[in-house]
T-cell receptor, first 114, second 113 residues
């Protein structure tokens, strides 16, 4: 398996623009997580899905952020409109099972909002 | 709110020396994870500790879990340069459904020749 695949690897955009981050989890994994990593706040869980259904989105910063998982092999995290404070590395991770399984992380998307 | 604290946050050590990284957490949990992150890279799972007293070892790294003390340790034996990375512990907040990890701040380890 190729692991968790994220795209793009790097994204540079201007404030106010829409940004869409993409993730393909490992086949057979039924949990998918979106994390954000910054120097100031470390790793924060934004939202996670179980069997394509959002379970906990309490970490989503505000209404500008939205996430979808239309099927078991694809998820998106959208920021609209983007702001400079959204600049961070966004990781997608997937796991199989109910929490005792380790997370497998993607390579991350480095987002810079100018 | 579950809090996970690591100590120290920065660690510079010489090759061949031993050291321990500590991870304290604030709520009942019997599932703790250690991850490694190299600069500019993703997170790689090192250990999964699933019960009180659990001990896992791989190479020069050994992790343990004391759920009563809400403490996990990552012990480094005879450090080598290749161990330089940031190490994160993460705890599963089992009060919430499913799998929801809260990460510590990370310990940035530098092993000097």
């Amino acid at each position: 398996d190729a692991g968790v695949i994220q795209s793009p690897r790097h994204e540079v955009t201007e404030m106010g623009q829409e940004v869409t981050l993409r993730c393909k989890p490992i086949s057979g994994h039924d949990y998918l997580f979106w994390y954000r990593q910054t120097m100031m706040r470390g790793l924060e869980l934004l939202i996670y899905f179980n069997n394509n259904v959002p379970i906990d989105d309490s970490g989503m910063p505000e209404d500008r952020f939205s996430a979808k998982m239309p099927n078991a092999s694809f998820s998106t995290l959208k920021i609209q409109p983007s702001e400079p404070r959204d600049s961070a590395v966004y990781f997608c991770a997937s796991s199989q099972g109910t929490g005792v399984e380790k997370l497998f992380f993607g390579s991350g998307t480095q987002l810079s909002v100018l | 709110e579950l809090k996970v604290e690591q100590n120290p946050l920065f660690l510079s050590m010489q090759e061949g020396k031993n050291y321990t990284i500590y991870c304290n957490y604030s709520t009942t949990s019997d599932r703790l994870y250690w991850y490694r992150q190299d600069p500019g890279k993703s997170l790689e799972s090192l250990f999964v500790l699933l019960s009180n007293g659990a001990v896992k070892q791989e190479g020069r790294l050994m992790a343990s879990l004391d759920t009563k003390a809400r403490l996990s340790t990552l012990h480094i034996t005879a450090a080598v340069h290749d161990l330089s990375a940031t190490y994160f512990c993460a705890v599963d907040g089992i009060e919430t459904s499913g799998s929801r990890l809260t990460f510590g701040e990370g310990t940035q380890l530098t092993v000097n020749p």
